[in-house]
């Protein structure tokens, strides 16, 4: 593997709300150069499989902005600052699905597009699940559905189970569990 | 499921040369109403599956401006406008990694963040390879990895190999080849 390529500058080009755009200019080991952009992010956000009994996931059904439809997938947030990634992932549980959990634990850690965005994710399998629900800042109550593991092929042929990050949290977890 | 959310107003907020970042104004249909970021964007891409034999993948180890590091994963690109994905994963395989494909099939298509972006890419799973290069653009030669499947634990293990669309197409290639 070459040395990574030297940063020669790098820029702010473009700024909103949410996203910051850096422009960086490389000069790779082979002398040479590439400018490309990137969305440099902050703190690994958490997604969370939880495990309602030994084979039956929770998913949710979410409204996704990017796609402008409902998407199926696996409950997620934001790490706040001061937080452990665990207490994060119990929170959203609680606040998403409605369950706290009595183990919880990181198997995994993924880049969502390393090619264009710094962000990691941390996948968290949460199992012992029991009621217990914190208010979150949905716009509408979230639908959550129950999915046994059975019924995989099902699962993954639906179209609204798509994102990248659910199908990969998916079968991590099942292969923690040895399912 | 309830319906979808109204789009009451969307506006480009912020713009690179790759990016553009649009400001969406909706109103669920319980009438709360939320303003949300999301990047649109163009046409689907390809991430290919290569199988060098029945039980072993091919990876590249390519330079992520995201995450700022060398990352294994599949190659992958975009689809020029009037190809088609199918010869856009054949084109893409032998730019990155001299390899034709005689067989080549969509086994899936991902979102990639459907929280925030619009963008999708399809899983091309390709068998039957044999040696045959066309130039790519790349800044650098591309290192091939070839990856035996019996050293999937160890896969799944690296660092490097962390792109959850990378892990979700190892997953589903599996699953299609029924390994």
Known sequence: MPPKPKILDRRLVAESHLFRIEQVDLEFANGSRRTYERIPG?????????????????????????????????????????????AAA???????????????????????????????????????LYAQRLPGDEPEPIEVVPWHLSNLDALLARDDFDEARSIAALFLAMRALRI
């Open 90 to 128: 119990n929170r959203e549980i609680q606040e998403e699905i409605g369950y706290a959990a009595r183990e919880l634990r990181i198997i995994d850690r993924v880049s969502l597009v390393p090619g264009y965005i710094q962000h990691h994710s941390l996948i968290v399998l949460a199992q012992g």
């Open 42 to 86: 902050g703190a690994d956000s958490v997604m969370i499989v939880p495990m309602l009994d030994a084979e039956t996931v929770l998913l949710i059904r979410e409204y996704g902005a990017g796609t402008d439809r409902y998407e199926l997938g696996f409950p997620k947030g934001v790490v706040e600052p001061g937080e452990e990634p665990i």
